[in-house]
């Protein structure tokens, strides 16, 4: 059974740092696409970063340059480190991983994960 749980969530002033953690288990960890999405009330869920199982990244455009994804294969770890934070992206940060094969440079759609984590807020404030 695929599990995953964010941690590192909280609230930070605009241009501050917070690192992301998700802990999975259940699952072939390098057979899996895994990313963070985020949702705020009343927006539908977008996607951050996802890493492929050839470890190539991809970064939606918002987030370009200030986050960074990372896997700890030994830790069966994922990471998003956050820098530079923004007022707009205060969230609920959401981890998944699933057998999805996305084209590089492509951040796949809420839709093609069935696997979640339980989500982690994130609060910039000014």
């Known amino acids: 059974q695929v599990q995953l749980e964010e941690s590192g969530g909280g609230s930070v002033q605009a241009g501050g740092s917070l690192r992301l953690s998700c802990a999975a288990s259940?699952?072939?960890?390098?057979?899996?696409?895994m990313g963070w999405f985020r949702q705020v009330p009343g927006k539908e869920r977008e996607g951050v970063a996802v890493v492929l199982v050839d470890d190539t990244i991809s970064y939606a455009d918002s987030v370009k340059g200030r986050f960074t994804i990372a896997k700890d294969n030994a830790k069966n770890t994922l990471y998003l480190q956050m820098n530079n934070l923004k007022l707009e992206d205060t969230a609920m940060y959401y981890c998944?991983?699933?057998?999805?094969?996305?084209?590089?440079?492509?951040?796949?759609?809420?839709?093609?994960?069935?696997?979640w984590g339980h989500g982690t807020q994130v609060t910039v404030s000014s």
């Open positions: 998944t991983a699933d057998r999805v094969f996305p084209l590089r440079g492509m951040i796949p759609t809420p839709g093609a994960f069935k696997n």
């Open positions: 259940g699952f072939p960890y390098d057979e899996y696409t």
